[in-house]
């Protein structure tokens, strides 16, 4: 256990609906960053907050995506109208910032849109 | 996108024989980092390694970097049927997010 929680860490869901994911980062750290990563393929960079700012997002975060981190505490990624190409694992980081500094992972949350 | 590449992609060996896994990179990094994911789950860090350092170790992990060739290899000696896993590494610039290669599955047989 990292200490980063994701929940769920399953979710199956139709075409067409949103879906919600949530994080919860080691409470000191105030980077937290989400990663997809499909089948066979390393994690891909979607986007990352510093605190509740979003600093950077990925070309793959389609504006369908949209990830939010109010408090400086958790955060949650939401899909709107969900696509078969969605499904994926959804994976949360966080690390304490200053960078070359380690990034610790949660579990993951496993998405299938059918 | 992707990094760069591991290399293998797959590599199976009895319990006890060293596993040596590479990585090639395309850009300047500050860091590079390796972690593993057991199937289905979250990704474990193992080794940080910065752009000055060549060569660094953490129990049976031994890490080198080579930035002149964008290389770094990973070495697990007297591997165990518990390092079964995937095997990433992770490159680091001034953006502080991670680019992943694709990884190497390593098979550990008792």
Known sequence: D??????????????????????????EHNRLYWYRQTL???PEFLTYFQNEAQLEKSRLLSDRFSAERPKGSFSTLEIQRTEQ??????LCASEQSTGNTEAFFGQGTRLTVV | SQQGEEDPQALSIQEGENATMNCSYK???NNLQWYRQNSG???????????????????RLRVTLDTSKKSSSLLIT????????SYFCATGYNTDKLIFGTGTRLQVFP
């Not at chain 1, 190409?85 to 959804?90: E, N």
């Not at chain 2, 789950?41 to 129990?59: A, D, F, Q, T, Y």
Request: charged letters at 25%; hydrophobic letters at 30%.
């Open chain 1, 2 to 27: 990292t200490g980063v929680s994701q929940n769920p860490r399953h979710k199956i869901t139709k075409r067409g609906q949103n879906v919600t994911f949530r994080c919860d980062p080691i409470s």
């Open chain 1, 40 to 42: 066979g393929q390393g």
């Open chain 1, 85 to 90: 190409g969605d499904s994926a694992m959804y």
């Open chain 2, 27 to 29: 850009t300047s990094i």
């Open chain 2, 41 to 59: 789950r979250g990704l474990v860090h193992l080794i940080l390694i910065r752009s000055n350092e060549r060569e660094k170790h953490s129990g």
């Open chain 2, 78 to 85: 007297a591997s165990r049927a518990a390092d079964t896993a």
